[in-house]
């Protein structure tokens, strides 16, 4: 992967009297993907919960959701939990960009002190990713258990929470404030290898783009970014969708600890295919992967906007 001398200088930033403005770039640019990501996704995913959380034979499949969710509670039930993701997840998709970028700086830095061309290597592009992901999984964790309990309310049961300020109370009084990270260690298998699958498809794709049409990141056209950003979506769902059925049935299992159905992620693990085999760790993966594309596309053409736009 070749890059211009202005890339090079570009990528390991100027000076430290700049370096702030250029994380707070980082940081906005996330921030406008996460809005894009939790506007356009939030019904996928919501389908997505209840497949991965419901009781065996309550729902035929993603369409099935669909029509009994408009039947019972209507269109704005796919938009449950959203005021928590979108505050969420724009943090944690901000964080997630923020820490990718700074990873890559760091290894154009040392790479250009150890005498190595500059442009990153795909194990860099990917242990970039891991990192962000590992940060990112102390804030998605919480978002998602808050998240997940309120998508998983149905009209048909007593409602349990008023919203997600009251998910923290009950998760804290039953269980402490360790019980709202309730999930923490699949979550972090999924977001550590998922991220780094994440960035390195599309920064593979980015810089091929510009290898063989000879321009800049700048100069590559929105509905290519989009392209490159829907498939680094397929990607990290099909490197670590079992993880987050893991993740999603831990944090749908009761709220008290002393009732839960499963001991630990491993328990899990073992009781989801003991019950259901190898398809149990696939359940809602239609609606996640219809759901990849148009989000991740969004997210990364929201992120590469904002940053032409921040310079």
């Known amino acids: 992967m070749e890059q211009s001398e202005a890339q090079i200088i570009e990528a390991v930033e100027l000076n430290d009297s700049q370096s702030w403005l250029r994380v707070a770039k980082d940081v906005g640019a996330g921030t406008c993907g996460g809005i894009a990501q939790v506007l356009v996704g939030q019904p996928f995913d919501t389908t997505k919960v209840r497949l991965q959380s ?8 993603a369409s099935d959701v669909i029509r009994q969710l408009m039947k019972t509670e209507g269109p ?37 002190a ?3 061309p500059a ?14 992901g590992l940060a990112n999984s102390l804030l998605a964790t919480p978002i998602e258990h808050i998240r997940i309990r309120l998508q998983t309310q149905t009209a048909a049961t007593p409602r349990q929470f008023s919203g997600p300020v009251d998910v923290i109370k009950q ?14 260690v699949p979550t972090c298998w999924r977001e550590a290898h998922g991220m780094g699958i ?4 599309y920064e593979y794709l980015v810089n091929r783009d510009m290898r063989n049409n000879a321009i800049t990141r700048t100069e590559i056209p929105g509905y290519r970014l989009c392209i ?15 993880f987050d059925v893991v993740k999603s049935k831990m944090q749908a299992d009761s709220i008290d600890p002393l009732k839960r159905q499963y001991a630990g ?38 992120f590469e906007l904002a940053m032409r736009a921040f310079g």
């Open 54 to 61: 419901a009781p065996p034979g309550t729902y035929a499949g």
């Open 76 to 112: 704005l039930a796919f938009y449950k939990g959203t005021l928590t993701p979108l505050v969420g997840v724009g943090v944690c998709v901000s964080l997630q960009f923020g820490i990718f970028e700074g990873m890559k700086r760091l290894f154009t830095s040392r790479n250009l």
């Open 114 to 116: 150890s005498g190595q």
């Open 119 to 132: 442009a990153l290597q795909y194990n860099q592009f990917y242990l970039s990713g891991v990192t962000a």
């Open 171 to 184: 998760l804290v009084r039953l269980g402490g404030y360790r019980n709202i990270y309730h999930g923490f």
């Open 198 to 201: 994440y960035f390195l498809t």
């Open 228 to 242: 490159y950003g829907g498939l680094a979506g397929y990607s990290v769902w099909i490197c670590s969708y079992q």
């Open 265 to 302: 992620a491993f328990d899990c693990i073992k009781k989801t295919y003991a019950t259901f085999g190898i398809k149990g760790f696939f359940r809602g993966f239609v609606p996640t992967i219809l759901r990849a594309a148009p989000v991740n596309a969004s997210t990364f053409y929201a």
